[in-house]
């Protein structure tokens, strides 16, 4: 493990993301809200697309977890799906390339273990993130050798449906902690300082925090749906 991702141990990575329905799509925003997260403190970077983490690279000496998001028709996977996205990223070289890492299949019907094989032979040197939505596909992806394990889509997938990151104590995340032999990253609805310190105190090598932070509108939505309440 290099020492530029070593530093990320116990700290907080911000996920700056901005698709393109959302107000903020812009490479240069991107940018701009990376290293507002860097004054902030944080000490990482998750971003998507080639483009914007071109940007934020320039904006930021901070190790990047890179993401390309894109729909294909006959596949439910969208976070990082084919070689196609991971080519793109290694144009960048994001420290941590994440993908999906379900159960579903890829684009093409390809099964995650073959398309794991398929990166470490092409790039044996990349740091690969897996981003689960359940207990035993961590495990699993902590198997096949990924360097680090996400909650990433816990309550995204069908097989995760109803479940919250957050329940019984971060059960989930303990479970994958008492299991897996490679680091674990928590994310996915960590949305309060108190929950990102608790998944540092239990054992996660580093907690990734999106929305509440680089998303206005998803912030502004708490507030408007809070008075709204009052009102009914």
């Known amino acids: 493990m290099n020492e530029r991702v070593e530093r990320l141990k ?41 483009e914007d983490i071109r940007e ?3 904006q930021v000496d ?12 006959d596949s439910e996977i969208y976070i990082t799906p084919t070689m196609k996205e991971i080519g793109e990223l290694m144009e960048v070289g994001p420290e941590i390339i994440a993908l999906d890492a379900t159960s579903a299949l890829r684009p093409g019907g390809v099964a995650l273990a ?22 035993e ?3 699993y992806a902590d198997e096949l050798g990924f360097d680090f ?6 309550g995204y997938t069908k097989q995760s449906m109803g479940l919250r990151i957050e329940e019984n104590d971060f059960e989930i995340l303990r479970r994958i902690l008492a299991g897996a032999r490679h680091r674990v990253i928590a994310e996915g609805n960590i949305n309060t300082p108190e929950k990102a310190r608790r998944v540092i105190e239990l054992g996660a090598f580093s907690v990734v925090v999106g929305s509440i932070i680089t ?14 309440s009052i009102q009914e």
Not at 62 to 73: A, C, E, F, H
Not at 215 to 228: D, G, M
Request: include cysteine; proline fraction near 6%.
């Open 10 to 50: 116990g700290k907080l990575i911000v996920s700056c993301q901005a698709l393109p329905n959302e107000p903020l799509h812009s490479s240069f925003i991107m940018g701009r809200m990376a290293l507002a997260a860097k004054v902030g403190g944080a000490a990482g970077i998750r971003a998507n697309t080639r």
């Open 56 to 58: 934020i690279q320039s």
């Open 62 to 73: 901070l190790p990047i977890i890179g993401i390309v998001k894109r729909d294909y028709p």
């Open 114 to 135: 073959d398309f794991y094989r398929q990166i470490r032979e092409t790039y044996p040197g990349q740091l690969l993130m897996a981003d689960c939505s359940t207990v």
């Open 137 to 139: 596909e961590a495990l």
């Open 149 to 154: 394990i996400g909650t990433t889509m816990v």
């Open 215 to 228: 998303r206005p509108q998803v912030i502004t939505k708490n507030f408007t749906s809070a008075l709204e």
